[in-house]
């Protein structure tokens, strides 16, 4: 047994003050080693952090314990370290970007478990449409789902036209950990789609629980190990090194800060352009020191845990002083 964990959660709930909570729970992560990134808005949670075991466990504690999220589902992977290099728990309007008019709470897709899911698979009638970024379904897919080249989920509105056809079909969408289904499966339902359904917990959870069968290649997640195997029963690789043309399911972030583009190169190409994706990109003096990896840490987003850490001592302090008045 490997001595940390990867933990993947989403809970659609609604929070009153996010602010508060942002700054009680990075506290709880600096308290506990914990390393990941966090949102946290007034619909929700959404979050991926590392440590070990121990620590783990008193994350899925702390959250559990408070009746808003008692009922998280938490996806959880063995890993050999920490797969961050920081800690980000911010602050935003939606915990997945995506400006659809929905709301999971009112409508969302049906939820099928990763066994009924794949008893599904081979299923004339159904459909599987990948909700995931053009990047991501690149290094790895189920086998027959259709994609589409977008960037993100905001631009979903542009791409429902290439799968009209298919209205009255079964129509079963998934993506990594199920976030961004629950709004893609509800927006569905909105253009008229009459029989819509979801992967409850994604590809990671399929993976985690059935082996993974039938999905060719590798999932991206957003951590430093990049690309994780799901498929134990027949795997296979689908991508080509963006460089070479050589089978290659090592996904990268260009070493150029200003292109950043995501894509598999192999690990002599990766030497040969030192990190970088073209020549362009190798000489670009926006290029950032590659270590082997091809995984760059995001910048902060100017939070600064101590300022957190002060507003509760004050509040601390506040009702203290309304107590003993």
Known sequence: MKPYRVLLYYNYVPIENPEVYRDEHHLFCIENNLLGRIIISKEG???????????????IAYIRSDARFAHTEFKIEEHDKHAFHKLH????EEIVNSDLPVDPLVRTGK??????????????????????????HSVGKFKGAV??????LRELPEHVHEIEHLKDKKVITYCTGGI???????????KGFTDVYQLHGGIIRYGLEEGGENFDGKCYVFDNRV?????????????????????????VNCANSECNR???????????MDGACSSECKTHPAKRTYDGTGYYASNSNH?????GFLSLRKRDEADTKRLLS
């Open 45 to 59: 949670l959404n979050g991926t952090v590392s440590g070990l075991v121990e620590d783990c466990e008193k994350y």
């Open 89 to 92: 728990v911010r602050v935003k």
């Open 111 to 136: 939820h099928l478990e990763p066994a009924e899911f794949k008893k599904l698979l081979n299923d004339p009638d159904v459909v599987l449409v990948d909700m995931r970024s053009n990047y991501e």
């Open 147 to 152: 994609t589409f080249d977008m960037e993100n």
């Open 180 to 190: 961004k289904c629950e709004k893609a499966s509800a927006y569905l339902i909105e």
């Open 227 to 251: 690309v994780v195997d799901v498929n134990k029963v027949n795997p296979t690789v689908v991508s080509t090194c963006y460089v070479c043309g050589e089978v290659c399911d090592r996904m």
């Open 262 to 272: 995501h894509v598999p190169i192999c690990e002599n190409c990766g030497v040969e």
């Open 303 to 307: 939070y600064n845990p101590l300022q």
